[in-house]
């Protein structure tokens, strides 16, 4: 083979390999970015957590303070009808 022939192959060569490095170090940027907005996602989903277990704790104690009076309305309702002379029990 002629020189011309190995010096085009060795160009193609290193051709290839600059154009499979540059591929391989975009790769890498890609799969970083890819990382801290996991990690962003992440952090915004333990602070919707955390939110919500808060919202949770308070309608829990909503709740409880409902059923409180119901019983209480109830109770009240119980004695009304206790003393009203038109209601038998």
């Not at 390999?17 to 990690?39: C, F, M, N, P, Y």
């Not at 309608?59 to 209480?72: K, S």
Request: proline share 1%; aromatic share 4%.
């Amino acid at each position: 083979m002629d020189a011309w022939v190995w010096i085009l192959i060795i160009v193609a060569v290193v051709v290839v390999l600059a154009l499979a490095l540059l591929a391989w170090r975009r790769s890498g940027r890609v799969q970083e970015q890819k990382r801290e907005e996991a990690a962003e996602m992440r952090q915004e989903a333990q602070v919707r957590s955390g939110r919500a277990v808060e919202r949770e704790r308070e309608a829990e104690q909503a709740a409880e303070r409902a059923r409180a009076e119901r019983e209480r309305a109830e109770s009240l309702a119980e004695k009304a009808d206790d003393v009203d002379p038109d209601v038998e029990r």
